[in-house]
């Protein structure tokens, strides 16, 4: 079982480029669905591939940065 340990307000830096861990993200946009997570800001330079969070159902809840 996942265990996650972030929670509102909490900042999380993403590993970018060819490295950008997609299974991880997944599995921290469904937990701040469920947890009704708001201000967690992702903290990243340069991210390949799809970005979720930039869509309305994350906004005030995900922060790019």
Not at 7 to 29: E, I, N, R, S, W
Not at 46 to 58: A, F, Q, T
């Amino acid at each position: 079982m996942l265990m996650l340990a972030v929670f509102a307000d909490h900042k999380v830096y993403v590993h970018g480029t060819m490295a950008t861990p997609f299974v991880l993200l997944d599995a921290l946009m469904k937990h701040g669905k469920s947890a009704k997570l708001k201000n967690v800001q992702l903290i990243h330079l340069h991210l390949e591939g799809k970005c979720d969070w930039n869509g309305p159902e994350y906004e005030g809840r995900v922060i790019v940065c």
